[in-house]
């Protein structure tokens, strides 16, 4: 018989788990609205989750080691920016190269780091609230970066469909040159995409060696930052599929550790590989009708854009 609490704190560890990717793939979500496609998410991660630490280290402050993960990780979404938007760089490889530049300078930085633990990002306790049966630490038992990760995605959602600017930005991803000719500044709208998705990614990061483990490890992403670029497709580029998609994953992210925890005869190797094999399986059902994917994309989604005026 499984008891209650056990059923509460499996419901909590998905919460958690499924925090960093929602932040990322937010982020990520305005960056490809506008029509910019950055395949370094994981190396952004990797940066924004060492240098909170170090950050946190330096100060004794996990709010300013937050910042710090978001700048930094806004830094090198704006270097990737520059090579794509000004030097119009290939993409797809600038992202590659960024993701792989994220992770050895990370490991570099990161090297005096291990082994130390910071103080955790503490709960919300909220009087009244947190001590409730099972309501309690399902819904306000959480870090701040929890709560933070599902009202940024309603933000960019309202931001993204209720907005002049959302609008303006959706445009840009559509058709950057039709965009141009009426008007919008498209290289000046990329850069913002490209910067708080950057930031995002930081921040996702951040809440792996802050909030989920309180250390640096080398490599802690885990693949995250892929799994982030895979739910914008597998969300076709919509901010609720994406909150059900980012979820879905984290619930088979816990299933596994708790089916090797029961002790099951089922490989180790193959239950951990089981949530990027789900990802797998459900990209492959979508990409199926090539026609729909298609429009769901935003249409100008990696291309570069050649001002004519």
């Not at 701040?144 to 469909?161: E, G, M, Q, R, T």
């Amino acid at each position: 018989m499984i008891s209650v609490d056990i059923v509460v704190l499996t419901i909590v560890s998905i919460i958690g788990a499924t925090t960093p990717l929602l932040i990322a793939a937010t982020g990520e979500l305005v960056t490809e609205k506008s029509g910019v496609l950055n395949l370094g998410v994981e190396g952004m991660m990797l940066m924004g989750a060492v240098s909170g630490v170090g950050a946190t280290i330096a100060t004794d402050s996990w709010i300013l080691g937050l910042l710090c993960a978001a700048a930094v990780g806004m830094a090198f979404s704006l270097l990737f920016g520059f090579l794509t938007l000004t030097l119009m760089a290939n993409q797809v490889a600038s992202g590659l190269a960024l993701t792989i530049f994220g992770a050895g300078l990370s490991a570099v930085i990161g090297a005096p780091l291990v082994g130390k633990r910071v103080h955790r990002i503490p709960d919300l306790e909220i009087a009244g609230l947190t001590d409730l049966p099972i309501i309690g630490p399902i819904f306000f038992g959480h870090d701040p970066l929890v709560y933070f990760s599902l009202i940024s995605l309603a933000a960019v959602s309202w931001f993204l469909f209720r907005t002049r600017a959302g609008l303006a930005l959706r445009a840009v991803g559509e058709s950057h040159d039709s965009a141009h000719a009426i008007g919008y500044r498209v290289i000046r709208i990329r850069y913002a995409a490209v910067a708080f998705g950057g930031m995002m990614a930081g921040l996702g990061g951040a809440y792996l060696s802050l909030a989920a483990t309180s250390l640096w490890a080398e490599g802690m992403t885990a693949g995250r930052g892929w799994i982030a670029l895979a739910l914008i497709v597998f969300a076709a580029w919509r901010p609720l599929r994406l909150l059900l998609g980012a979820y879905l994953f984290g619930i088979f992210w816990i299933g596994q550790l708790a089916v090797q925890g029961l002790g099951l005869p089922i490989a180790t190797e193959f239950m951990g590989a089981l949530p990027y094999l789900v990802t797998i399986i459900v990209l492959v059902i979508i990409s199926r009708d090539s026609t729909k994917f298609l429009l769901d994309a935003p249409a100008c989604i990696g291309k570069a854009f050649h001002p004519t005026a």
